[in-house]
């Protein structure tokens, strides 16, 4: 008999985020679904954290670990799902903030269905102050938007069709996974700083379906010390290897190929008109790893270039 009230570990992971981890940990506390239990983990802070998650520690559900040494973003992810109990896994970034229902809506779906290993929301994108400025959802491939404008399942070869043009789940604040499938495929990919989640993604894709809630239940949010800001070269870096090992996995039509082949180009070309300096300073490896890939890529570049800064629409 299927258990309709499982325990979900809410893993809270924290680097400096003095000005967010309270407000992070209220929104998991403040959930309407209850059977939770909360996991903290301090990667060595030298700001307040330690001090504000150490004031929660006397709630029964919640536990906390204080790493003597800073081990990086997806170690403490991994060391949490160590340490947790629950069938359910959620791992709540410690700058974003969750909507009350997130927990409870995402499991109210078809997640229990055997095939379905990820439930997850659309996510409102915030700022430093909590004020809304966009949702990922705009942001999403045009044939995701238009397929997805109501909540439902993504099967598995439909979410790989989507994983290699763009990541469908941008922020992991906003999925609940089943514990069993995180394990069988590994856990996140330390290899990887920014962009483990992806590849966890694209990994679970292989044999399992997902579950997209179309309402906005978690804040993704936005700041000047988020590490995408800090580390771009290395998110287009990692975004490269990440598309280009799976399409090398995949059996791809000819027309598929080409448009994952021209939207690494389009991304690229976004990275030079928005970091033109850093984008020259550090394109060698980049421009390698690409070429080896695919040896039109400067004819898709200059097409794909004229395309973007005429604005001319790609259907």
Known sequence: MKNINPLVSVIIPCFNH?????????????????????????DNSSDSSPKIIKQYEKMNNVFAIYNKKSLGPFYAHNLG????NGDYLLFAESDDISNPQLIELLLNTKFFDSNIAVSYSKSAIINENDKIIAEDFHHREKKF????????????????????????????SAALIKKSVFQNAGGLDTKYRLC????????ISLNHDFYYVNKSLNYFRIHQSTVRFK?????????????IEQYNKQKLGFIRRQKIKNNIAYNWVSYVLFHPIISFKTSKNLINKVLFFDPLFFIRFIGVGLVKIFKVPIK
Not at 231 to 243: G, H, L
């Open 18 to 42: 003095e000005k967010f981890i309270e407000a992070r940990i209220k929104s998991i506390i403040q959930q309407t679904y209850n059977n939770i239990e909360i996991i903290l983990i301090d």
């Open 196 to 203: 483990a989640d992806w590849d966890l993604w694209m990994k």
């Open 231 to 243: 580390f771009k070269y290395r998110e287009i870096y990692e975004t490269y290897s990440i598309i």
């Open 81 to 84: 799902v160590n340490y947790s």
């Open 145 to 172: 938007r238009k397929l997805y404008l109501h909540s439902g399942v993504i099967p598995r070869e439909k979410a790989r069709e989507f994983l290699l043009v763009g990541n469908i789940i941008p922020n992991m």
